[in-house]
């Protein structure tokens, strides 16, 4: 079973609207969970974390998550985008297996944003 | 702003041949990770590693191979290079599973 699935492969908005990118993950993994992002021929920066504590979590940027244990899921959020957003962005949890604990990721969200 | 490094960034190179792509770190994390991403698509982990002289295969069926000799570098080597392994590969850092994990630029590597 994927351990974390991302629901949108592609979410197009336009500026200064709100935009929401839905990460899901597996009841069997352990909740640290993580979103970053990804720009053009670039490596990946951390958005933001949940470790544990509040389950409203702010990044950078303007950015926040909300984990939800009863719904298994860490969807991001921002509540008016901008052109500059536009990247590729990745929820990742910690999967601990066989003794041995890994960051995996999910596929990925390609958020486009439209003057 | 994150102090890992990966070299080269751009490689392309014929079939057959023995590449090394290096990644090195200057903040004392033990863990490292390799990870293949092509364009556009998911990462898939390849190699990590918990510390000096311990290395894991990752989920990501993987020809090639890596070492953990410094604390501070961890290579990648593919010992005869396919077109099939045309690809970007990123590697990370970290100071625990826990945390957050810093990441290179990335390889962008050819095979013809």
Not at chain 1, 62 to 79: C, I, V, W
Not at chain 1, 83 to 108: M, N, P, R
Not at chain 2, 16 to 42: A, F, N, R, V
Request: hydrophobic share 30%; glycine share 8%; proline share 4%.
């Amino acid at each position: 079973a994927q351990s974390v699935t991302q629901l949108d492969s592609q979410v197009p908005v336009f500026e200064e609207a709100p935009v929401e990118l839905r990460c899901n993950y597996s009841s069997s993994v352990s909740v640290y969970l993580f979103w970053y992002v990804q720009y053009p021929n670039q490596g990946l920066q951390l958005l933001l974390k949940y470790l544990s504590g509040s389950t409203l979590v702010k990044g950078i940027n303007g950015f926040e998550a909300e984990f939800n244990k009863s719904q298994t899921s860490f969807h991001l959020r921002k509540p008016s985008v901008h052109i500059s957003d536009t990247a590729e962005y990745f929820c990742a949890v910690i999967l601990a297996q066989g003794g041995s604990e890994k960051l995996v990721f999910g596929k990925g969200t390609k958020l486009t944003v439209n003057p | 702003e994150a102090d890992i490094y990966q070299t080269p960034r751009y490689l392309v190179i014929g079939t057959g041949k023995k590449i090394t792509l290096e990644c090195s770190q200057t903040m004392g994390h033990d863990k490292m990770y390799w990870y293949q991403q092509d364009p556009g698509m998911e990462l898939h982990l390849i190699h990590y590693s918990y510390g000096v002289n311990s290395t894991e295969k990752g989920d990501l069926s993987s020809e090639s191979t890596v070492s953990r000799i410094r604390t501070e570098h961890f290579p990648l080597t593919l010992e005869s290079a396919r077109p099939s392994h045309t690809s970007q590969y990123l590697c990370a850092s970290s100071e625990s599973v826990h945390t957050e994990a810093f990441f290179g630029q990335g390889t962008r590597l050819t095979v013809v």
